[in-house]
Nanobody
Framework: QGHFVESGGGLVQPGGSLKLSCQAT????????VGWFRQVPGKEREAVLC????????ENSNAAKGRFSISRDRFVNTMFLQISTVTPEDTAIYYC?????????????????WGDGIQVTVFA
């Protein structure tokens, strides 16, 4: 049974940047589409970015707003989310996921594997 080992997140000041990581165990990440979601308390989980198995990028432009980037490193079987120039509105729980394919129109992965969530809090 595959799962993720997550790292990164925590407290960050506005204007800063951070990088979240999810290392896959039990499955080969490069064979899958991978994506990031986020959830703010009281709201539904929303897709942010997706990276297909062939490395095509897609994003939910309403969520990503050009400040988020997704990548993966096949040598360490890990996926990443880089967020630059963070704002308090980026405070959320961020979830990594992997699955069969991306819905390129909305930057969403059809997830079969989920991370447990990484808390990011942006404070002044």
């Amino acid at each position: 049974q595959g799962h993720f080992v997550e790292s990164g997140g925590g407290l960050v000041q506005p204007g800063g940047s951070l990088k979240l990581s999810c290392q896959a165990t039990g499955f080969i990440l490069r064979w899958y589409a991978v994506g990031w979601f986020r959830q703010v308390p009281g709201k539904e989980r929303e897709a942010v970015l997706c990276l297909s198995a062939s490395d095509d990028h897609s994003e939910n432009s309403n969520a990503a707003k050009g400040r988020f980037s997704i990548s993966r490193d096949r040598f360490v079987n890990t996926m990443f989310l880089q967020i630059s120039t963070v704002t308090p509105e980026d405070t959320a729980i961020y979830y990594c996921a992997a699955g069969a394919a991306c819905d390129e129109n909305v930057g969403r992965v059809a997830a079969g594997y989920w991370g447990d969530g990484i808390q990011v809090t942006v404070f002044a």
